[in-house]
């Protein structure tokens, strides 16, 4: 009889597990299932939508956030956030397209853009890890600092008239295929063989998950979080220079449309704000969710104020995702 129980427990811890296992894998590719159910929708709506022309723009759409929303995941998954990565990619970009517009050779502008972003990505990593300053407070001020920068270097004016080798970048295609998508898969590929492949990934994951364990095992946590926040710096940068060749300028609003979808995108894509937990495949579905979603509005003819709107339902779905799965993978 004993047996028999013992048989029938067995058999429901087991059916427990696979039921658990089952729920930890689609919480964690909750990502690419509602990716596949937009696409799906919206070529249902309108046909065109699976045009090589809507996708391939959606690619383009998508490089911007994507890269940006890459550097700052680096600070989500240490349990931070970097809230300045907007503003870090307008003054960037607008201190860099100044300095060509008053001679310096293009090359050199977009070193400069991107040498910009480092900086101030590494401002942010000492004050955090050594100063032991609030993330979201200090990378707050930090932005209110650049864009109110931006306005300043700028005097309220837009910076246009930029060359054609400058624009390139964000304009250009190769081999008749936009340039931008290219840029964004090679940063996604480097960025995961880091997260996946290198020391400096596994104690990523190690200081976003416990940093006084990583600490006792050896782990220098400063030195890592110095250099989460310099990476979304220069991520910052890159995706300054990326955007103002597309747009062919720098304006005072540049970037805002940013500023809470990068994060949106993260946590969507599975990159937890407990930190500890997170995939650059899962960030690429989210920042490609996203833009399919208000890419697909807007060929639906959908107002513009609804298309805003659902951003910010987006966000907040973000929030639900990862509150679900961390109660449910502890």
């Known amino acids: 009889m004993s047996l028999i129980n013992n048989a029938a427990v067995g058999k429901q811890s087991k059916l427990m597990e696979n039921g658990f296992n089952a729920a930890n894998y689609i919480l964690n590719n909750i990502v690419w299932l509602l990716l596949v159910l937009s696409i799906v929708i919206m070529g249902l709506f309108q046909p065109v939508f699976f045009s090589s022309v809507i996708l391939g723009n959606i690619l383009v759409q998508a490089t911007v956030l994507g890269?940006?929303?890459?550097?700052?995941?680096?600070?989500?998954?240490?349990?931070?956030?970097?809230?300045s990565v907007v503003g870090n990619m307008a003054f960037s970009a607008a201190i860099g397209t100044l300095a060509m517009k008053a001679g310096l050779p293009w090359g050199l502008a977009v070193v400069l853009i991107i040498l910009?972003?480092?900086?101030?990505?590494?401002?942010?990593?000492?004050?955090?890890?050594?100063?032991?300053?609030?993330?979201?407070?200090?990378?707050?001020?930090?932005?209110?600092?650049?864009?109110?920068?931006?306005?300043?270097?700028?005097?309220?004016?837009?910076?246009?008239?930029?060359?054609?080798?400058?624009?390139?970048?964000?304009?250009?295609?190769?081999?008749?295929?936009?340039?931008?998508?290219?840029?964004?898969?090679?940063?996604?590929?480097?960025?995961?063989?880091?997260?996946?492949?290198?020391?400096?990934?596994?104690?990523?994951?190690?200081?976003?998950?416990?940093?006084?364990?990583?600490?006792?095992?050896?782990?220098?946590?400063?030195?890592?979080?110095?250099?989460?926040?310099?990476?979304?710096?220069?991520?910052?940068?890159?995706?300054?220079?990326?955007?103002?060749?597309?747009?062919?300028a720098v304006t005072t609003t540049f970037g805002t449309q940013y500023t809470m979808n990068s994060i949106a995108a993260a946590v969507i894509g599975g990159v937890s704000l407990n930190g500890g937990r997170g995939s650059i495949p899962g960030i690429l579905g989210g920042v490609l969710l996203l833009t399919v979603i208000q890419v697909g509005l807007q060929v639906l003819g959908i107002s513009s104020y609804y298309v805003q709107m659902s951003g910010g339902l987006m966000i907040f779905i973000a929030v639900l995702i990862d509150a679900i799965r961390v109660r449910i993978q502890g």
């Open 67 to 83: 890269i940006l929303t890459a550097g700052l995941s680096f600070t989500i998954l240490l349990g931070d956030i970097d809230l």
């Open 116 to 248: 910009t972003g480092l900086f101030f990505g590494l401002v942010n990593g000492w004050l955090i890890a050594k100063l032991k300053a609030v993330a979201l407070i200090e990378t707050l001020a930090m932005n209110l600092i650049l864009t109110g920068g931006v306005i300043a270097v700028t005097k309220g004016r837009s910076i246009v008239g930029l060359p054609d080798s400058y624009k390139w970048a964000g304009q250009g295609r190769i081999f008749g295929v936009p340039f931008l998508p290219v840029v964004f898969i090679f940063v996604y590929i480097i960025l995961y063989i880091v997260w996946t492949r290198t020391a400096y990934g596994r104690s990523l994951y190690a200081v976003g998950g416990n940093a006084k364990s990583a600490h006792v095992s050896g782990i220098k946590v400063d030195n890592i979080r110095i250099m989460a926040f310099a990476v979304s710096g220069t991520l910052a940068g890159l995706s300054g220079y990326l955007l103002s060749g597309y747009m062919g």
